[in-house]
């Protein structure tokens, strides 16, 4: 090759190098540009008295008796909507049959929304879910019912070449001429002050724990489940894929069951996740019976399979890394092999290592499968370290998936699943962070 057409051919490479660098950053903003900014809604938001309340009777956060004359100067508001209701029941009763009969469905729905708006209506009981204690704690959701309240959503399908467009109607006009339709403009124009929001900082969502299923406090439990989940299973990996690695690059002749075991390690890397969460199930408690049921010493032994072949793969090729001439001067020195292993080898092979174990750190915090069957749960309180043994947790990747599928009111806790979202991913970036910060410190210190 001429030093032309060589030119050429390094160029070209940069250029595509270049671009796909940058078509790999666009991706990633494209992919993480809505988790955080939409995460973030978790954390700040304009709260609303009903929030305050919340925190001050469930958490005994806040000033009592500011939050008191609050909810005060709030009842004063929402008293003419109660009113309302009121002159409305009294004139229902006083209507025909047909027309009564076609009114009462329509404020039944009407009622539901505001309870969920406002709260309890004055003389009704407190609801048994904390849900149905209070009324909208965030401003955004608040404005999402208000909106179910002015507006009853029907089809028109008088188009029959499209299966029915969705229209808007207001309820005002199904009021139209009773008592109770001043209700819907006064509810447009005075919700501010039914509600008093207030701009947020709710950091406290990464230390609460969970009440009436993710609708109000935070993700505490799940944050803790995923660290004892993650480190438990680099426990059991990092010795057993070490061990694993040494003895295939130092030990192993090339016999045929060695080749075996090759083929083994390659084939277990490409298994599906949701097999080794059924292999842990079988093998880790219903046979060797770590837990009588989940728990996160099983969850934490099968992500550690999962996780396993990385380890080994990586940290045999950072063993056959090492130059030769290092384990000639080891062993021309008098040296054992294991010594020389222990002494010489590994410590010249940790960085490379170390980069198996940050890559597989990270796969292990994010996996859903394997700890389906193993240790997870959709609700719990934090553990004590003790109680990992036998006990199952709550883990980010599981419960976002749960909310996103399972929950009865998915779009209630939208929040709430984009903030588990932010913090599954700023979490492993911490704890790949801090492992690459120790990679590079034992890099610095072994070439002194």
């Not at 900082?201 to 230390?207: E, G, I, N, T, V």
């Amino acid at each position: 090759m001429n030093l032309g057409s060589r030119k050429l051919f390094d160029r070209s490479l940069t250029g595509v190098s270049i671009m796909a660098i940058i078509l790999m950053s666009l991706s990633l903003l494209v992919l993480l540009g809505p988790i955080f900014s939409r995460g973030l809604g978790a954390f700040i938001f304009r709260a609303t008295s009903e929030h305050r309340r919340l925190l001050l009777e469930q958490f005994n956060r806040g000033d009592a008796e500011e939050i008191a004359a609050e909810t005060r100067a709030v009842a004063g508001a929402r008293r003419p909507v109660y009113e309302m209701l009121e002159k409305f029941k009294k004139e229902l009763a006083t209507m025909e049959y047909p027309r009564r009969q076609g009114f009462r469905a329509e404020l039944k729905e009407v009622k539901n929304l505001l309870r969920e708006l406002l709260g309890p209506l004055p003389g009704e009981p407190e609801g048994v879910m904390l849900r149905q204690q209070y009324g909208q704690t965030r401003w955004d959701r608040a404005r999402i019912k208000l909106e179910q309240i002015l507006y009853s959503e029907q089809w028109d399908y008088s188009d029959t070449r499209s299966m029915g467009k969705k229209i808007l109607v207001p309820r005002q006009r199904s009021f139209a001429g009773t008592q109770l339709e001043p209700l819907f403009p006064y509810l447009k124009n005075n919700l501010d002050k039914m509600l008093r929001p207030r701009l947020v900082f709710y950091w406290r969502f990464l230390s609460d724990v969970s009440m009436n299923s993710h609708f109000f406090g935070g993700i505490w439990p799940e944050i803790l489940g995923t660290i004892y989940l993650t480190l438990g299973a680099m426990i059991f990996a990092i010795p057993f894929g070490i061990i694993a690695a040494i003895y295939l690059s130092e030990f192993a002749s090339g016999g045929r069951l060695v080749s075996l075991l090759r083929v083994c390690i390659s084939t277990l890397a490409g298994v599906p996740s949701i097999v080794f969460g059924l292999f842990g199930l079988a093998f880790f408690i219903n046979t060797l019976h770590l837990s009588n049921s989940k728990s996160v010493l099983a969850g934490s032994a099968t992500l550690a399979l999962l996780i396993l072949p990385t380890i080994i793969r990586s940290a045999e090729e950072a063993l056959k890394a090492v130059p030769h001439t290092y384990k000639e001067a080891a062993l021309s020195l008098g040296a054992s092999q294991l010594r020389m292993v222990l002494t010489v080898l590994l410590p010249a092979a940790l960085p490379g290592i170390l980069t198996g174990i940050i890559i597989s750190m990270g796969r292990a915090a994010g996996e859903t499968a394997p700890i389906i069957f193993t240790a997870a749960v959709s609700v719990g309180q934090p553990l004590k370290i003790w109680e990992t043994l036998s006990q199952p947790t709550p883990a980010l990747p599981w419960n976002i998936y749960n909310l996103a599928t399972e929950h009865q009111a998915v779009d209630e806790i939208r929040h709430v699943q984009f903030g588990m979202v932010l913090t599954l991913v700023l979490l492993v970036l911490l704890l790949n962070l801090a492992a690459i910060m120790i990679r590079a410190r034992i890099s610095k210190k072994m070439r002194g």
